[in-house]
Each structure stands twice: as C-alpha cells, then as structure tokens.
C-alpha cells in the first residue's frame, strides 16, 4: 500500500512540476500577459501566496525557538525540521513575489539604490537578515552530523563534506562535549536574534497593508497582529502535518509530540477565530461605511465559497473538532495540520483581493472601458501553474532533505 501511495505522490509531483515549468517559461518570455489582474487590480494570486508563505516561514521559526530560546524540551526532536522547513517557505515567498515584479530581474536594486522610506524595501531586507539567520542557525544545527556523515565516504561523502564547510567532527568525548556546548550556546543566541527579526518582518507584511489609508479595507491597526497570529497557527499546523506524516519521530515520543503541537495550534486558531471576529462584526455592526461594503461581498457575494468553505469548515471546523477529540493521533493531526495549513491561503486570498475590487471613485467603472480596466479579478491557470512550480520545487528539496539531511537528532550519531 505503501508503494502506491508513493508511486501516485511521485506521479502527482512530476505532472504538478511540468505544469509548473510551463507556467514558468510563459511568465520568463511572455512577461504577466496571461495573468487576470490589471491597473485596478494589481495585486493577485502571487502577492496572496507570498504572504502565506511567509506566514508559514515565520510559523515554523517561532516554533523551532520555542526549543532552541526557551528550552522547551519535549519538541527537541523536531527543531531542525521546523528550522528547514521555514527556509524552505521563505524561498516558496521570495519565490512567489519575484514572479510578481514587473521587472524581475530589477529585484537587486532594492540594495543598489534603496528607498529608506518604503516600507517594501524594509522587508526586503529584513528577508535577507532572516534567510542568512535561518540558514547559519541550521548550518550549527547540522554540522557535527553532517561531518559524521563526510567521514564515513561514499558517494554522498564529499557533498556532506561541503555541506558541513570543512568542519571535522571532535576527536575526543571531551572536545564533543565542549562542541555540543558551543553549538547551544550560538543556537540560543540566533534563536534569540530571530524571535524579534520573524516579529518584525511579518508584522510589517501587516504593517505595509495597513499603512494605506486609501484602502480602508485595508487601514487597520490589527492588521499586524492578525498577521502575526496566523502566522502562528499556519506555520504550526504545517510542522503538525509534516511531523504526523513522516519518521522524524516515532512511536511514543511521537504522539507526545503531536499531542503538544495540536493543543498548541488549537488554542491559536481559536485566538485567530477571536481576532477575526471582531475584524468582522465590528465594521458590520451598524451596517454602513465601506467595509461593511467590501467584508459583506467576503461573506455573500459571488466568491462566498473561499470564506465560508475553504476557510471556516475545512480550515477551522473540521480541524477543531480533529484537534480537540484526537490530539495525539497521527491521521487526525495530519489531516488537521494540512488542512488549517492548506486552506490558510483562502485567508491570504481574501486579505489581498476584495481591498482592490471596490472603485475608489464611484463611477470609475463605466468611465473608462477596457480589458485591463475592470475591478474583477479570478486568478488564470497562468498564475496558478507558477504556483504550481513553486509548490512543486519545494516538494522536491523537501524530500531531499528528508532523504538525504540528518533532521532526525541521532541520524549521525545513532
């Protein structure tokens, strides 16, 4: 059974990862032609799946410092999983967003010539401090086991070799302790730099939509906190459903594990919930003004689906009741994390959209006629197979990784 559900997984991937490399040669040659959005509509189904990657990234971060900052011991096992998977979604972001510039191979001059005042640039670089932080905290992670594995040959030895940058594994029980030391000590001292850095670049997501005073969807102080928060229960219920569905961990430490996760991402969706009402209900309260407007045309108009399908029953009802009855089950907490992390990008999705359908002057609509011209906006097959691309690379290095990097904590040494 085992072997089928690889064999249709490896089919699934390969037809995910040509649709994608099609889509990728029509956006490198062909430029945005295909995709749906246009001048009122600038922002689409790129700019939503860059937001909940990121959201995934700075998730997973926070929870891996939950072991590396505060010692929480009973996810150990799991730090460099959550540690390779938040580099791996902040690629699928950058990934995500590069498509989405006009002029993608412009994005260096965000440092050549930077604009201190927009709040684009200061993600952008914020990115950059948090992808080399991620990636030396992993390095440090890794790298006596990754000497182990130099050491003893083969074809993947000099890989390892290059991998660990030339680091030699200790020679005595002594120098291995004082090396293990050393490693916790960096490990805590990145982990600490990185609490504050994953805070402060997805806030600012939240931050750069809610600085736009014309978009009064938009204009919230919660914005940043809200982003903050699903943050937390995505990337969380991502490493829930990786943990659940691989062999990092097994047997009894196994649903230990899970059953600490669930109960944690149970409690912050619920949070979330909370948040999300009140960005709901109090906007509605009377039934005027503009949000009412647009939060109305979320919950009732013609895409009701995303909201109240994709979102409340398979990314909150279904996941609550998984999560509150059979916390400590694998199938349950991996059908629980996929979902809540899946359909997460309906959120991001209704974030992005219904702030640009609304004409900003009443009328614009029918002054100006064109293709390009017109507030509707339904993500092409264009737009989605790069997605598609992305979704598939990261599968890709996912699996790698898992074959071939000691992200269990006694791979090396065992």
Known sequence: MQRVLKAVGFVVWVALLLWGLSGVNQRLFGGRELANYGSYVPWGLWVSSYIYFIGLSAGAFLLSSLIYVFHIQALKPIGRLALF???????????????DLGHMWRNYEVFTRPNFTSMMAWMVWLYSAY????????????????????????????????????????????????????????????????????IAFHGGVGA????????????????????????????GALILALTAMNRVVAGEEKRRILTTISRLVLGLLIFDIILEWAEFSIPMWYGVGHENTLLREVLFGEYWYVFWIF???????IPIALLATRPGRPL???????????????VR????????ITPQ????????????????????????????????LALGLFMLGVRYLPLRSHTATA
């Open 85 to 99: 998977t938040a580099a791996l979604t902040l690629l699928m972001a950058l990934l995500s967003i590069w498509f």
């Open 131 to 198: 992808f080399l932080l991620i990636l030396a905290e992993l390095w440090f992670e890794l790298r006596c086991d990754l000497a182990a594995l130099a050491d003893r040959g083969g074809v993947m030895g000099p890989i390892y070799r290059v991998l660990a940058l030339g680091w030699r594994c200790p020679k005595t029980p002594e120098q291995a302790e004082a090396c293990h030391l050393q490693s916790v000590r960096v490990m805590r001292v990145l982990g600490a730099l990185g609490v504050p850095l994953a």
């Open 208 to 235: 750069l939509f809610a600085t736009l005073p014309a978009r009064p969807y938009w204009h919230s102080a919660i914005f940043p906190i809200m982003f903050l928060t699903g943050a937390l229960v995505s990337g």
């Open 311 to 317: 979102h409340v029953l398979l990314g909150s009802v």
């Open 332 to 346: 349950a907490a991996g059908v629980a994390g996929g979902l809540i992390a899946l359909t997460f990008l309906a």
């Open 349 to 356: 999705l209704n974030i992005v959209i219904p702030g640009l």
């Open 361 to 392: 002057l009443e009328g614009l609509q029918s002054a100006y006629v064109d293709n390009r011209l017109r507030f509707e906006y339904v993500p092409s097959l264009f737009e989605w197979s790069v997605v598609a691309f992305i979704v598939a």
